[in-house]
């Protein structure tokens, strides 16, 4: 095996790659927009400015949602290009619609909406490809990679640091190894210096000013999963799985593919701040007007359910919320009343008696969840996250699955990747597997997945493929 040195430190921070995107993105808004509407401007109408601060306001969010100012260059180009003309694309064709339909005035016809979205989308990826040429070019040279140790002095792990080397455009300097509990008796000398052991981790990622750590662990199991990350300690790097840890955490990580090495990704910080106060606007921008448009349905559904059975229309209970805390969600009754006097809380079957005709109906086409259009307003749940459970089965869950509390990092969902993934909660084993695809949102989270689970959540609903 060919040994590797690592490149002294010659660090280029994400950040300033991100902030680059950013301006240039702002930059190919104006030459768009003055190229396209220069007469419009010369006229000195307030709404002109108007309109153009607000688009650049749009896409700066909608570009931030879209994970578009990540500053690696392990970043799929065709991804990111398809997610910029996704999101360009579907702006301006709302706005030309919306416009047609006269529920929005602009000053600016149709036809120079469009040359303005060629323009602007062509400016867009022209920068991106100088910005991402110009990356390569500084990591061929040696900057802008991250220092990188490996966990594991094992075969897995050596054959990681081999393969790793040899992608120097990956960007990864690999700065050594760290022997984990479970090494077995080194055969051979490691192609790399080791660091120290397990225990020692918190004071070598410091030491080495380590951005990535690579787990390649020769007998891995969930509890060494968890020992490893709670060592990290909160401190700020991104946490990567050499394969054969996959069917520990299925659906817990996104994929990066090197050549010849594909590693799982833990993302250690799930939603952003920016994510978080988009997702928020969102969420209100959303939810307000849809209630509004919701209501005189709402009004049929109530009736129905009171015809249909004696009890309350809405039934009112706690579940688990972000960051733990305990929050009221309200759904329209679709079971009899006092379901759970005799049993106790349990998992709702397929073709359980309890559930009323009504909300037989009601559960297929996912109406019984519209009050919960209210609970996104207040805050407590959003449109889309994992589905919130009660405290009760949180308890067990969390006992069953240590992973489990990282469903609980964010606000919970009327809709999810779970709900539109697997049907209904039966048992533990369907628990077991809608959490792989929690767990997949949670490392995926962005504008273009939950944009997928709405539309995909209004398809079930008209298609009356609910529970």
Same mark, same amino acid.
Not at 31 to 56: G, I, K, M, R
Not at 217 to 239: E, F, H, Y
Not at 393 to 400: D, Y
């Given at each position: ?203 070598? !990622? ?6 990535? %750590?690579? /787990?390649?662990?020769?007998? *891995?199991?969930?509890? &060494?999963?968890?020992? =490893? ?67 005189? !349905? ?6 129905? %359910?009171? /015809?249909?059975?004696?009890? *309350?229309?809405?039934? &009112?209970?706690?579940? =688990? ?147």
């Amino acid at each position: 095996m060919t040994e590797y040195i690592p490149n002294l430190p010659n660090r280029l921070p994400k950040w300033i790659t991100g902030w680059c995107l950013l301006g240039l993105d702002l930059l190919a808004g104006w030459l768009a927009f003055d190229s396209v509407f220069a007469p419009y401007l010369l006229a000195t109408n307030a709404s002109v400015w108007l309109w153009y601060a607000s688009l650049e306001f749009l896409w700066i969010g909608l570009f931030l949602l879209g994970n578009l100012y990540r500053g690696e260059f392990t970043t799929s180009r065709v991804i990111e290009f398809e997610t910029i003309l996704k999101i360009t694309f579907s702006v301006v064709a709302l706005i030309i619609l919306l416009q047609s339909l006269t529920v929005v005035q602009t000053p600016f016809p149709p036809p120079a909406l469009f040359r303005y979205w060629f323009w602007f989308t062509a400016a867009l990826l022209l920068f991106r490809m100088v910005v991402r040429t110009t990356q390569k070019a500084l990591l061929k040279r040696g900057v802008g990679r991250e220092h990188t140790v490996i966990i594991g002095c094992n075969p897995r792990g050596y054959q990681a640091a081999e393969t790793m080397s040899q992608q120097y455009i990956q960007g990864y300097d690999l700065v050594g190894f760290i022997q984990a509990a479970d090494d077995p008796e080194p055969g051979e000398p490691p192609p790399l210096p080791v660091l120290g052991s397990e225990p020692d981790l918190q004071h070598i !990622l410091q030491q080495h000013h380590i951005s990535d %750590v690579v /787990l390649a662990l020769d007998k *891995p199991d969930t509890q &060494r999963l968890m020992n =490893v990350i709670a060592g990290i300690n909160g401190s700020p790097v991104t946490v990567k799985i050499v394969p054969g840890l996959y069917d520990v955490i299925s659906g817990l990580a996104r994929t990066e593919q090197i050549v010849g090495l594909p590693l799982l990704e833990v993302n250690m910080n799930l939603e952003s701040w920016y994510l978080q106060r988009f997702k928020r606007i969102l969420d209100l921008i959303i939810a307000l007007p849809l209630g509004l448009v919701a209501l005189p !349905l709402a009004l049929v559904v109530a009736a129905a %359910v009171k /015809l249909d059975s004696p009890g *309350p229309v809405l039934y &009112r209970q706690v579940r =688990v919320g972000r960051r733990g805390s305990p929050f009221t969600i309200y759904k329209f009754r679709s079971m009899v009343k006092d379901a759970e006097q005799l049993t106790g809380p349990v998992w709702s079957e397929e073709d359980d008696p309890r559930i009323t005709k009504v909300g037989r109906i009601l559960r297929r086409f996912r109406l019984d969840e519209l009050p919960q259009l209210w609970n996104v307003v207040k805050g407590d749940m959003s449109l889309v996250g994992p589905r919130p459970e009660r405290p009760y089965f949180v308890e067990k869950l969390m006992q069953e699955f240590p992973f489990y509390a990282r469903r609980l990092r964010v606000r919970p969902g009327i809709t999810g990747w779970a709900q539109i993934k697997h049907p209904y909660d039966r048992n533990i084993t369907d628990v077991r597997q809608k959490l792989k695809y929690d767990f997949y949102y949670l490392e995926n989270i962005s504008l273009n997945l939950d944009l997928k689970i709405l539309v995909s959540t209004v398809w079930v609903m008209i298609t009356g493929r609910g529970r």
